[in-house]
């Protein structure tokens, strides 16, 4: 749906600063609904405030284009990392993937228990929790990206076609089923992520020839075997996590992220106290250091070390839309309307056709019963 790059933001102090700038398609400029998905999107994320969400500074329009600013992470997506550990015939640690999956849920409850200025919940789920859409910087910081498909009630337009989105191998039975979603679906998502990392296998992943719709099934009725029948040296409480959260009865996962998290750190402090960001950052570091030729994509600009840039810091363009925007509180959605379902248009023409029938079949009609009287 978008594109990113970098550019340079107001450098502060003489310090140098990047952003990340997120692109609307050129093509999409003059979609209503694409252009509402992405003004939602930044107006959304403008308002996470947590270390384990990368932040969001401006939402503006220029030249036709929307776009918005985003913090820069230095660093690699974890479905990256994953790919050259894979290549070098390795697995992450238990340890890492504990640390980063805990990570990751504290941001999804960040998300999950936001308000509205009333106090009454957004619904916010995030719908696309996958390796793709978390940033590991080289500070060791977890940064959760790509809210672009998050379902805030008040705001977005419900649709068929926006029912199922994200990435179809992780996503949860009632995403996968286009049923309601609430925070456990995102629940589901850590732990097809859990599952995979300590495993190294896809867990609904099909060959990339398969259609979605068998991905989809699988994720519904297929087989979710135990991580220790794959990796038995995998500690028991992370299996006994993972497995968990992976119940097709959301009333059975944990009913939170938070609960999640809760649960990994408990393990993490019995198992690899010493273990900081510090310690992801060193780890990444090797692994990336060591990586195959090929297996790791060059970066498109070579930076330093870059101070971290805050939304304090940041100056706004004159382009900027909004800015901290509070979101309206949730409001009754609309039923969807289904792809069958005639546009505003064909009813029109066709009542304007069924309209032109009548008035002839009336005068039809008068004229034969004129002829029947001999008036005519």
Known sequence: MAEVFL?????????????????????LGNDRAAVDMLVQEAKLCMRFDHPAIAQTFELGHHDGVWYFVMEYVDGVDLGALVQVVSAMGERL?????????????????????????DGRPLGIVHR?????????????????????????????????????????????????????LDPRSDVFSLGICLFELLTTQGLFRQKETASPFAVLHAVREGVIPP????????????????????????????????????????????????????????????ILADAPEGTRQPSDVETPPLPHLDRTSFLQSPFTIVSQIPL??????????????????????????????????????IVAALVRSGSL
């Open 7 to 27: 550019a340079k933001a107001p450098s502060i102090q003489g310090q140098p600063r990047l952003v990340a700038v997120k692109r609307m398609h050129p093509q």
């Open 93 to 117: 640690d238990p340890v890492a993937v504990a640390f980063i999956v805990s990570a990751m849920a504290r941001g999804l409850d960040h998300a999950h228990t936001m308000r509205g200025t």
């Open 128 to 180: 696309d929790v996958s390796p793709q859409n978390v940033l590991i910087s080289t500070r060791g910081e977890v940064k959760l990206i790509d809210f672009g498909v998050a379902k805030v009630a008040a705001k977005v337009e419900q649709t068929i076609a926006g029912v199922i989105k994200g990435k179809y191998a992780y996503m949860s039975p009632e995403q996968a089923g286009a049923q309601p």
């Open 227 to 286: 991580v220790r029948s794959i990796m038995p040296d995998v500690p028991q409480p992370l299996a006994d996590i993972t497995a968990h959260c992976l119940n097709r009865d959301r009333n059975l996962r944990p009913s939170s992220a938070a609960e999640v998290a809760d649960a990994l750190d408990r393990w993490l402090s019995s198992a690899a106290p010493g273990f900081d960001a510090a310690a992801l950052a060193a780890l990444v570091a090797g």
């Open 328 to 365: 309206a509180p949730p409001a009754i959605a609309s039923p969807a309307r289904p792809d069958w379902w005639p546009t505003r248009r064909a009813t029109l023409q066709f009542l304007a056709v069924g309209a032109g029938a009548l008035v002839f079949t009336l005068a039809w009609m």
